[in-house]
């Protein structure tokens, strides 16, 4: 009676594992990557849900923006269109988790790539190449750049950002910097003349340029590098190459420069030129 019972035992653990082996696409170990997510018809992609130009959420519904063209064409290259894509807000403070949680696929949203966040996540890319600059008031015609922002100018970044690290290590004795809890409240401070500047990535200070034309414009040349890239699981290296490859196609046939001039041309900062893909 033992030996029966051990029998039926093992008979239904080696069920068991076939069942699990053949659940999903490619098996249950590739069930969670983005490839098989796809091949199963649908994605879930975090963008931003307020940054002009790059990742907005319309009052209808809708979203429109430079990330969300890219999240769009990658996710139409792996075969989801863009009525299967579930979109989710994902703030700089919670892009790892939601990847490493599986609450997102992957992450389009001005996401600096650089070795610490490469401890916990992957990257595809990068899709665009930006750097930190300034956004001055129209009628500006002295302030050019980091270095003349002199004489108690004050400049706003977000509290605790990069770019606010930068200021504070780099030109702390030219720029009185104002720390504001978002990029949105800046733009405002900068309009109604509490703040002289406003300073962040030129992609994202060309978004709110384009949305305040003949208020705001943006000046002078980047004066730091940062390489925008897609986040996604850490051991996904599969979906990796092929995010790697839609990225390249995008730029290859057009669409990397109609959606830069649809999304931020309004601005009037020049489109730069298409980044070079890292596979590493």
Not at 41 to 56: A, E, Y
Not at 205 to 210: E, K
Not at 233 to 258: C, L, P, Y
């Amino acid at each position: 009676m033992k030996l029966k019972f051990l029998a039926v035992t093992a008979a239904a653990i080696i069920v068991a594992g076939s069942a699990a082996g053949c659940s999903g696409a490619g098996g249950s170990a590739d069930a969670k990557t983005v490839q098989a997510k796809a091949e199963a018809g649908k994605l879930t992609i975090g963008i931003s849900f307020d940054r002009p130009g790059l990742g907005l959420k319309n009052p209808d519904g809708s979203y429109k923006g430079f990330d969300v063209d890219v999240a769009k064409y990658v996710a139409n290259k792996l075969g989801v269109q863009e009525s299967a894509i579930t979109w989710k807000e994902a703030t700089p403070a919670q892009r790892e988790n939601l990847i490493q949680n599986g609450q997102v696929d992957y992450v389009v949203n001005t996401y600096s790539i650089n070795d610490a966040r490469k401890e916990k996540v992957a990257f595809a890319g990068p899709y665009f190449l930006a750097g930190q600059s300034l956004l001055v008031r129209q009628d500006n015609t002295d302030i050019t750049g980091p270095e003349s922002l002199n004489g108690g100018k004050k400049l706003c970044s977000v509290t605790g950002s990069t770019p606010a690290q930068n200021i504070k290590k780099n030109y702390s004795k030219d720029a009185q910097l104002q720390e504001y809890d978002t990029p949105s409240a800046c733009v405002e401070a900068l309009k109604s003349g509490a703040v002289d500047a406003m300073t962040t990535d030129d992609i994202q200070l060309a978004g709110y340029a384009a949305v305040n034309q003949g208020k705001l414009k943006v000046v002078g040349t980047p004066f730091s590098k940062e390489n925008y890239g897609i986040g996604l699981k850490k051991e996904d290296t599969a979906s990796r190459a092929k995010i790697n490859d839609a990225v390249q196609s995008m730029i290859d046939d057009g669409s990397w420069a109609k959606a830069f001039e649809n999304n931020l041309g309004a601005s009037g900062y020049p489109m730069p030129a298409p980044p070079t893909i890292d596979r590493y």
